[in-house]
């Protein structure tokens, strides 16, 4: 089986993390949220298979380097809605202790 490349999962995690967030703040109701990370996993193993497809890689492989990505991407939205809270102020600003 051929090695996964972290370059690519790199690239679908940061994507797939910016239209999560996109996706969850614009279009989505609350009920459906819910189910948004098994969406996430699921289009981001068809969006690694199809781009490895397309460059003429193992399809296996893609759908690992998707599935890997989407985990990430999910884990990156996480954190970001732990930490921001933490970090900025009620008028958007970055917090200062003094």
Avoid: C, H
Wanted: net charge positive; glycine share 12%; charged share 15%.
């Amino acid at each position: 089986m051929p090695q996964l490349d972290s370059a690519i999962i790199a690239l679908l995690g940061s994507v797939i993390s910016g239209l999560t967030q996109l996706v969850k703040g614009v279009l989505l109701s609350e009920d459906a949220k819910r189910y948004l990370p098994l969406g996430v996993v699921f289009l981001s193993a068809v969006v690694g298979t199809l781009l490895a497809l397309y460059m003429g890689r193992d399809p296996v492989t893609g759908v690992f380097e998707g599935t890997v990505a989407g985990l990430t991407a999910l884990g990156l939205y996480a954190t970001g809605k732990s930490v921001v809270p933490q970090a900025v102020n009620t008028d958007g600003w970055l917090k200062r202790n003094q």
